[in-house]
């Protein structure tokens, strides 16, 4: 919920304190018009759960034969609570901007590719491969990776690569799929995909 509730501004109050205007001011010497005056101005102070000090005041009855105390002290709450509510929203704006930077952050990231970048080439057996690659496949060599170097970029999911085997030879591909972080690859078919210190690095400086 992104809406501030007065539940939870009541669940922040840890302790209020009230005071009469004349007694806040007792240390001072008050004539008897002052006395009057300050006796009907109520305040009221709301510690919250993290320190936070609010205060509320009420002025009184227009009539001062109309005081009420328990109304003051009633109206007086009510504007230091009045008080909570930026305060609670200033906080509940913080926690929606973290947690949108958060899922931000943890989004998968596209990582440019350009020419003379070197990705992991995947090899599909059962596609078709270069004269001469087959013949220097050992079994089980098509799980491990291979070196590749970007020669061209078509766009950010397709290019084509020089693709260095496991003996030494050098085989063009062209229009090869480049897995981006957090993406799937197609069921079949060779494919590119970074390495993981690219993954990483691009992470950390919030795509490449």
């Known amino acids: 919920m992104s809406r501030v509730t007065l539940a939870e501004i009541e669940a922040e109050i840890v302790d209020e304190f009230y005071a009469s205007g004349a007694g806040a001011f007792s240390n001072n010497y ?6 009057s005056a300050l006796n009907q101005v109520t305040l009221c102070v709301l510690i ?8 509320g005041v009420n002025y009184g009855a227009i009539d001062p034969a109309d005081f009420d ?7 007086a709450r009510e504007e230091a609570i009045d008080q909570c509510w930026p305060l609670l929203g200033f906080r509940r704006r913080d926690q929606i901007a973290g947690t949108a930077e958060a899922a ?14 070197k990705v992991w080439f995947f090899l599909d057996p059962h596609r ?6 087959v013949k220097t496949m050992a079994i089980g060599e098509e799980q491990q990776p291979m070196d590749a170097t970007v020669i ?3 766009d950010d999911h397709c290019v084509n690569l020089l693709v260095t085997d496991h003996h030494g030879g050098l085989f063009p591909f062209q229009r090869v799929q480049l897995i981006q972080p957090g993406d799937q690859a ?7 995909e970074w390495m993981p210190y690219q993954v990483g690095q691009a992470k950390k400086a919030g795509g490449a």
């Open 152 to 154: 061209y970029v078509h």
């Open 69 to 75: 105390e328990a109304l003051g002290r009633a109206a």
């Open 186 to 192: 197609c069921a079949a078919g060779h494919r590119a």
């Open 128 to 133: 078709s491969m270069p004269a001469g690659m």
């Open 48 to 55: 919250l759960r993290n320190g936070c000090k609010v205060i």
């Open 104 to 117: 931000a952050a943890s989004e998968p990231k596209v990582i440019k590719p350009s020419v003379g970048r």
């Open 30 to 35: 008050l004539t008897k018009e002052h006395y």
